[in-house]
């Protein structure tokens, strides 16, 4: 592990019982960077993706086709990084509806009618490929080849494990006067810490507004449920982060307002290669 920053944290500001179960809450992760000149790609943004003989390019059936966000190249990636479940060789496509074909047609993870909308296509090592340009209707994204670094990832606060961990117990976090004051000093310097979005694979989601795991779970049990209930608190338990792919200048890729994807599943649906049963939020 190169980077053990979440963990500083604890042993800085918190007492000792905090620390040992904040830090018992962290995963690696793989933070995808442009790669320097003679440094090894690992993935790309944009460009036009290789596609197995035979497969057509991904449709969202009555809308049009979906734009190439990236590949990524699972025996590159260091498995130091990566979450046991994740694939060891193997190359994943990552499509999404971005609005070229109908801006006012959107993905949202709460409309199980739009998923079809954002689509990730698994292509096992060895499989004969061809590279395929994107259709006519739409406008490849600028291709960016990415570099990885290892590092520590850390829940969102506002995550139930997270709750129970520094609370005690799964409830809201109090008004700042009432927060206990030996998480003061920590809340403080994880704000500073956590800044940047930017692009990932597995570990912990870097959310723009709020976990990304409570969004796939309302979806998923209907929006039947409110923040804090237990149901929606033990189904965001079951979801982990694939990867996220930030607005990126270099590529030409933005998504929303400078927002980021979330491509999340299920443990069990990573370690069978079930990538149809990813799901996308869109924030920001």
């Known amino acids: 592990m190169t980077d053990e920053r979440y963990s500083r944290l604890a042993a800085e500001h918190l007492p000792g019982d905090l620390a040992q179960r904040w830090t018992a809450l962290l995963r690696p992760c793989i933070r995808l960077r442009r790669a320097a000149d003679g440094e090894q790609t690992v ?14 390019w991904p449709e969202w059936p009555g809308h049009g086709p979906l734009s190439f966000v990236a590949s990524v190249r699972c025996a590159a990636l260091p498995r130091e990084g990566l979450a046991e479940q994740f694939p060891q060789e193997g190359i994943l496509l990552f499509f999404f509806f971005d609005g070229q074909v109908d801006e006012d047609v959107f993905v949202s ?52 494990q997270v709750r129970q961990a520094l609370l005690g117990d799964t409830r809201h976090w109090p008004h700042p006067r009432e927060t206990p004051a030996e998480l003061k000093s920590f809340l403080r310097a994880f704000g500073r810490l956590r800044t940047r979005i930017g692009h990932q694979v597995s570990g912990h989601a870097v959310p723009v507004q709020g976990p990304a795991e409570y969004d796939i779970a309302n979806a998923t049990l209907g929006g039947m449920h409110a923040w804090g209930d237990q149901p929606r608190d033990q189904e965001a338990e079951r979801w982990v982060l694939l990867a996220q792919f930030d607005s990126d200048g270099d590529a030409k890729m933005v998504w929303g307002e400078q927002g980021t994807l979330y491509w999340l599943i299920r443990p069990e649906d990573l370690a069978a290669l079930r990538f149809d049963q990813a799901r996308l939020t869109v924030q920001g």
């Open 43 to 56: 993935a790309a943004l944009g460009g036009n993706p290789e596609l197995p003989a035979g497969v057509g």
């Open 109 to 160: 993870a709460d409309d199980p009618e739009t998923w079809a909308g954002a689509q990730v296509l698994y292509v096992p090592e060895n499989t004969p490929v061809v590279p395929t340009e994107a259709p006519p209707e739409l406008e490849a994204f600028s291709q960016v080849e990415l570099s990885a670094d290892t590092e520590q990832s850390a829940p969102d606060l506002w995550l139930p």
